[in-house]
């Protein structure tokens, strides 16, 4: 058999692949640890990482539990305690008594979305998302044959998505659930007590699951972000440790879900990932006793935050969405460009810094924009500024 021949031969990929983009930021990612490689020195704007490291209180936690030599298996919905300690943070923080047994610890947040996806949608299932919005929704909804409906944000509602953009999608067509973000990725904005609430009611009114991403809860400059467990008992709320917590790496997040929905997505996560890893579990758990620390971190991104916002405006970047939380500002880059792509290339090329491209976030309107997380701390973001300034003219 010739070479063309065993070609033609090879078995054809899954079509939902060529529904998969990639993930910008991931690839900028990549080309800067290329050019680090080659010698050259990058500042880090693209990735929403913390700089910190994980609490010491986390890392020995995890160390006491490699001295036991076992590290195995746990439930496939987390180990009782774990659940038990975040079901307690629901109290503490938002006023709210849930269930232990509610609580779904996951692999990361990633997980948290499969899991919700497979449990909710059929396939052919209309989920609305915000534009902009958090890329690997859009991914993960069209890699499970789902149809991910984005709703436009607009300046005249702050950038936030509104019950009433919902009503709209819902009248062109039918959803099956939508999936809010607040503080939200791109951009930091928040959606406030009563436009939840509001959210809230349509959802009940149409029948609609509201999952709610509350990964960067806690992340927050002025008034602290309520959970969609204020308004609706029924809501899907996913969070993690990675943001606040600073625990990337260890791939461990939670979910908050209905009773009815406890068993089905114990089955998915029994055969999908049989549970989570139990090291970071351990670990996990001791990261709410580091809140003087993590406090301290948090003081840290709001620095820099206030260096960019009073900085940005001379550097030509006066139109940023409300940061209210998280660490990133999404700058409309129209003066400059309308290749996002090419711009980030050339910004990291030219100036040794590297950001994310809008049209990661936002495939219509994301040509002009541009993502910068302030996670690499004040000091990270000066020397940023310093660059731009000699190359944005």
């Not at 063309?4 to 692949?17: G, K, M, N, T």
């Not at 309520?226 to 609706?232: G, Q, S, V």
């Not at 090329?349 to 495939?363: H, K, L, N, S, Y």
Request: one cysteine or more.
């Amino acid at each position: 058999m010739t070479l063309s021949d065993r070609a033609a031969a090879a078995p054809a990929v899954a079509r939902r692949l060529l529904r998969v983009e990639p993930f910008l930021a991931m690839d900028v990612l990549a080309a800067a640890a290329a050019k680090e490689r080659a010698g050259g020195d990058v500042i880090h704007m693209e990735v929403g990482q913390p700089s910190a490291p994980a609490p010491k209180a986390v890392r020995m936690a995890a160390q006491a539990a490699l001295e036991t030599g076992r590290i195995g298996y746990t439930e496939a919905l987390g180990i009782a305690p774990l659940r038990e300690r975040i079901a307690r943070h629901y109290l503490d923080a938002y006023g709210i008594r849930i269930a232990a047994e509610r609580v779904v610890v996951t692999t990361g947040s990633s997980a948290g979305f499969v899991l919700a996806f497979l449990a909710l949608f059929d396939p052919g299932s209309r989920v609305a998302i915000s534009a902009p919005g958090y890329p690997a929704y859009r991914n993960i909804l069209s890699a499970l044959d789902l149809e991910p409906v984005g709703i436009p944000l607009r300046a005249a509602d702050g950038w936030r998505l509104t019950a009433a953009s919902i009503e709209a999608a819902q009248g062109e067509a039918a959803l099956s659930g939508i999936l809010a973000m607040s503080p939200a990725n791109p951009s930091g904005t928040m959606i406030g007590s009563a436009g939840l609430a509001e959210i809230a009611a349509t959802c009940r009114r149409h029948g609609l699951w509201f999952v709610s991403d509350e990964i960067y809860h806690g992340l927050t400059y002025g008034e602290p972000a309520e959970t969609a467990l204020a308004h609706d008992d029924d809501a899907v709320v996913i969070n993690s440790f990675s943001k606040y917590y600073c625990m990337t790496g260890w791939r461990i997040g939670w979910m908050v879900v209905p009773e009815r929905l406890l068993r089905p997505l114990e089955r998915l996560a029994q055969n999908l990932y049989i549970s989570p890893p139990s090291l970071s579990q351990v670990a996990a758990l001791a990261a709410f006793d580091a809140t003087e620390e993590l406090e301290a971190v948090k003081a840290e991104y709001g620095r820099a935050r206030s260096l960019l916002l009073d900085e940005m405006p001379g550097l030509g970047l006066r139109d940023i969405h409300p940061a209210d939380g998280a660490f990133y500002l999404y700058a409309d880059v129209a003066r400059f460009t309308n290749d996002s792509i090419g711009f980030c290339r050339r910004m990291l090329d030219e100036a040794g810094v590297a950001a994310t491209p809008g049209i990661d976030f936002d495939p219509v309107d994301g040509a002009h924009h541009v993502r910068f997380s302030f996670a690499g701390g004040e000091a990270v973001c000066r020397e940023a500024v310093r660059r731009l300034k000699g190359w944005l003219r």
